[in-house]
């Protein structure tokens, strides 16, 4: 940490300093703001101003909305089961929850955006991820903020951008925090632009909104067990904000579950990019499988994994689909596929979103590239990308055998997605394990204070959004930026609550 002693310069003062830019950043921002008429407010981010948003920006869009806070809370408390949530937390954040959606839609109104219930890209009016915890009583519906993609976080960032007290700041890092070694109460932040670094004071708190580690590998290893991992959202979710709070006494929780909250995805990754590509989650055909680091199929591939977040259960359990302990994989398919199916995302994810790359409707661009391995035989496809040709042939056999058949023996696969590999020239691709986000962090109360390793609030320090989640386990869609909002709010309107320290 830096001391307050060691500050010989302040370069920059607010009343509350609000770190990252996404949902909950905004949340605290907009709070912050309205709960005082006298509080400034400071809005950093360490991106660019065109690449601001964090992975609210580029997610599906989804916000949970329930009506029944004891059902809710039932729900929240089965998928937690195997971490449990502190009950009095768990409590307030399902009331608060349940307060939630007049707060989006005036969110949506005062901007002129549209609120709608359902998720604006598919027809699905709510996704029930886990019914036999109780999902359907849960869930009321889904509802998001036109347009898509980006809807929900183009209107918060629309409704920071009206209040004219929010002063905002780009490529601006957050370094280190000003700290009282002994009290551990903060002071301020040591924050970085183009490589100077300068020392803002915040007279009444700060408010850690900045992500969390899908884009640093070294952590992904460390913290959470996977060798290779790639993020769908933000490039700029590199960690900085948990070593941040290590550093400043936090105590850490949420970062190694049963599985990620989020789940690990079938991605697409080339050097060009800066994060993966979704691979497509509705799907014109079906002739083509995926295959593992043997050549041989590894899951019901056309199963909608998407519902439970690439979430499987084996033994009982929920944990990760295989996708991230059984590579090199590749998918396999036919001409018919090519033809037919754009491989990838385009609603959500950086790449397209953010980067605007337009994936070619055929995959054609993607072929002539490379990206896309194109063979006249399976054996040949198989010496392409490095895999036994007789393994990989029979591989495609004994699949082709089960579509005649009418059954996959091995997966249980839908018999109307049993479509032969058939029309050549035949393709592969390589996939990549995906990570949608990281809800480790600090340990907080719902007040979003984060508290030391005795369980007691750090002086002035908050913490919302992805960054230390409240969520252990399993994830019901939508949940992530509804509670990036309710404990966005509960650090802005407390930081500005806070009497100036000095």
């Excluded at 059954?407 to 592969?428: C, H, M, S, V, W």
Aim: aromatic fraction near 10%; charge should be negative; charged fraction near 20%.
């Amino acid at each position: 940490m830096a001391s307050l002693a060691s500050v010989r310069e302040w370069h920059d003062e607010t009343d509350v300093l609000v770190c990252g830019f996404g949902m909950a950043g905004s949340a605290a921002a907009i709070e912050a703001h309205d709960s005082d008429p006298t509080a400034d407010v400071l809005l950093i981010e360490k991106m660019p101003e065109p690449l601001a948003g964090g992975n609210a920006r580029v997610s599906g869009q989804s916000l949970l909305i329930s009506k029944d806070v004891e059902a809710l809370k039932s729900y929240q408390r089965a998928m937690s089961a195997a971490n449990p949530i502190p009950e009095d937390m768990l409590d307030a954040w399902a009331q608060r929850m349940v307060a939630l959606e007049p707060y989006i839609e005036a969110r949506a109104k005062e901007v002129g955006a549209q609120y709608i219930h359902g998720v604006g890209w598919s027809e699905r009016a709510a996704v029930l991820e886990y019914p036999e915890f109780g999902a359907a009583s849960a869930v009321a519906h889904t509802a998001t903020i036109l347009p898509a993609p980006s809807g929900v976080w183009l209107a918060f960032k629309a409704n920071v951008e009206k209040r004219k007290r929010i002063r905002r700041s780009f490529q601006t890092a957050l370094v280190d925090l000003i700290q009282d070694p002994d009290t551990l109460e903060i002071f301020g932040a040591v924050v970085s632009q183009d490589g100077v670094r300068k020392n803002i004071k915040a007279r009444r708190g700060v408010v850690m909104c900045t992500g969390g580690f899908e884009n640093n590998l070294e952590m992904q290893r460390n913290y959470f067990g996977l060798s290779e991992a790639y993020p769908l959202g933000t490039p700029g979710n590199t960690g900085d904000g948990i070593k941040i709070l290590q550093k400043a006494g936090a105590d850490l929780w949420h970062l190694r579950n049963q599985g990620q909250s989020g789940g690990v995805w079938p991605g697409f990754r080339y050097p060009q990019h800066p994060t993966v590509f979704l691979r497509q989650l509705f799907w014109q055909s079906f002739s083509w499988i995926d295959v593992g680091a043997d050549s041989r199929r590894f899951i019901d591939e056309t199963y909608e994994w998407q519902i439970t977040h690439y979430k499987q259960k084996v033994q009982g359990q929920w944990i990760d689909t295989p996708h991230q302990r059984v590579m090199p994989m590749h998918m396999i398919f036919d001409e018919t596929t090519r033809q037919y199916n754009c491989l990838v995302t385009s609603v959500m994810t950086w790449n397209t979103v953010v980067e605007k790359y337009s994936w070619s409707d055929d995959n054609a661009a993607e072929v002539a590239n490379g990206w896309i391995v194109k063979a006249d035989s399976i054996e040949e496809l198989a010496r392409k990308t490095g895999r036994d040709p007789a393994v990989l042939a029979d591989t495609v056999k004994r699949y082709n055998a089960g579509c005649a058949r009418g059954e996959d023996e091995e997966f249980g696969r839908n018999p109307a997605t049993l479509q032969p590999i058939a029309k050549p020239p035949f393709y592969a691709i390589a996939m990549v394990p995906a990570i949608v986000c990281t809800g480790g962090g600090a340990r907080r109360n719902i007040e979003s204070e984060v508290l030391d390793h005795c369980g007691k609030a750090i002086p002035r320090l908050y913490e919302a959004g992805e960054l230390g989640s409240m969520f252990s386990n399993l994830y019901q869609n939508g949940s992530y930026l509804t509670e990036a909002m309710i404990s966005g709010r509960a650090a802005g309107r407390n930081a500005a609550g806070l009497r100036a320290w000095g």
